[in-house]
């Protein structure tokens, strides 16, 4: 029984591991502001989620009153999370909002193509 729970506690901090790199991933990949904090928001709060239910389990393995409180104290960790999270990610979007970067555009042309400079001047 005690591997099986080893085992359940390894995959859940593995696929931790996953939606974290995730996370980084979309932090590095997506295009504009917003679409990077949905990933860090999402992603690392689930990732948070899954690693300290992982620890979580494995603190109960050999169960007592100090492994309990452990269990507990993790448990509340995750509460904390799921409760921050999503309040600062949606301060930072809003502050990102009042200072309005713009949203990512595939039409956004940044510069003026050189063949409109030339037929303009002459």
């Not at 995959?11 to 996953?18: F, R, S, T």
């Not at 928001?41 to 603190?59: P, Q, V």
Request: net charge negative; aromatic share 10%; hydrophobic share 50%.
């Amino acid at each position: 029984m005690e591997q099986i729970i080893t085992i359940v506690c390894i995959a859940l901090n593995v696929l931790g591991l996953v939606f974290y790199t995730g996370g980084t991933v979309g932090i590095i990949r997506f295009p504009d502001f917003y679409a990077r904090l949905h990933a860090a928001g999402k992603l690392d709060s689930l990732g948070a989620l899954m690693m300290l239910a992982g620890c979580a389990i494995y603190e109960l393995q050999h169960f007592n009153l100090a492994t309990a409180l452990t269990a507990l104290k993790l448990m509340l960790i995750i509460v904390f999370v799921f409760l921050a999270s999503p309040t600062a990610t949606h301060a930072i979007v809003d502050a990102g909002l009042a200072s309005r970067y713009d949203f990512w555009s595939k039409r956004k042309v940044t510069s003026a193509p050189a063949d409109d400079l030339t037929q303009e001047e002459h």
